[in-house]
């Protein structure tokens, strides 16, 4: 299974994003707490040059809570870092004084200058389905209820107010993952950030089911008791994806098996782990 992503667009998605740092004092770097390094670019830093950043580990509600732990332990060591759930709103009311400890030193530097303090401006930049939008949705929505929904100040870029003192740059930058590692590509893909149209879903469901037997066998007792032999097959009769003959729709119960993943049903799952 080869999953492309061409240079044209990530040349694009590249100069984009350097024309939107120009206006920013931070980043905010969304990465997917179930994958924590796949979902990440590791060329962004080169990007932001000496641009603070933050890390956040969004979909924390899906991800195994042991991992999420070792993850911001490890991830702390080189960026500000914290687990939010773009969706339940959980830790996201840290990110604000967070942003504000970030840039706490600049703005020291400025006002010994005699330069009043402005706001700090901030974007969200992450790879595709990683929930910029919701991480947006859920910051405006808690500085409506803090602030009576302030409007932004518009120059040039559109500016959403976040907070007394953080303001947004409202278009999200795109980053691309990282594919050199085809198992990167697996992950990105077994947790809902490539579009199915182009996944052989029967192939990427054989790959999950076993990942999951080695190292999250207990996700599966809902399709049977003996995990260890379970196929995508028996899956699929478990949930009658049945066709005539008796055969089983294994497309079908791809599907199905993968949303179920997805949607965290067969529990919280973190397939990037750190070599201990
Ligand atoms: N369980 C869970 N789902 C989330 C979370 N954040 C986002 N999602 C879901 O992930 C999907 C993608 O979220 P979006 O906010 O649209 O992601 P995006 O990064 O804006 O996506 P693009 O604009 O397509 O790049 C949606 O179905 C969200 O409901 C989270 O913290 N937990
Ligand atoms: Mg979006």
């Known amino acids: 299974m080869s999953i492309q992503w061409f240079p044209g667009h990530m040349a694009k998605a590249k100069r984009l994003l350097a024309d939107q740092l120009k206006w920013v004092d931070v980043v905010i770097e969304l990465g997917d707490a179930r994958l924590p390094e796949s979902s990440r670019n590791p060329l962004l830093q080169e990007l932001l040059g000496s641009k603070p950043k933050m890390v956040l580990l969004n979909k924390a ?5 042991q991992w999420t732990e070792r993850w911001l ?21 840290k990110i604000v004084p967070e942003l504000e400890r970030i840039v706490a030193g600049k703005n020291d530097r400025l006002a010994a200058k ?30 409506k209820a803090k602030t009576g929904n302030k409007p932004g100040v518009t120059r040039g870029n559109q500016w959403i107010r976040i907070h007394e003192k953080v303001e947004l ?25 490539i579009r199915d149209e182009v996944l052989n879903l029967e192939e990427l469901s054989d790959w999950l ?38 055969h089983v729709d294994l497309l079908k119960a791809a599907q199905i098996f993968l949303r179920e993943f997805r949607s965290g049903a067969l529990g919280k799952v973190t397939l990037d782990h750190l070599l201990l």
């Open 169 to 193: 740059l409202d278009t999200p930058g795109l980053l691309w993952p990282k594919f050199d590692d085809p198992e990167v590509g697996k992950k990105l893909a077994a947790a809902g950030a």
């Open 61 to 65: 509600d899906l991800a195994d809570p």
């Open 73 to 93: 332990k490890e991830l702390r060591k080189t960026n500000p870092v914290l687990a939010v759930s773009a969706v339940s709103g959980f830790g996201v009311g």
């Open 114 to 143: 005699g330069v009043r303090s402005r706001s700090i401006r901030a974007m969200v930049v992450g790879i595709p389905n990683i929930g910029k939008s919701s991480l947006i949705n859920q910051l405006i929505g808690s500085a």
């Open 209 to 246: 089911l076993g990942w999951l037997k080695k190292y999250y066998p207990t996700t599966l007792s809902r399709y049977t008791k003996e995990v260890s032999t379970v196929t995508l097959e028996e899956i699929g009769r478990s949930r009658g994806c049945l066709v005539k003959g008796g």
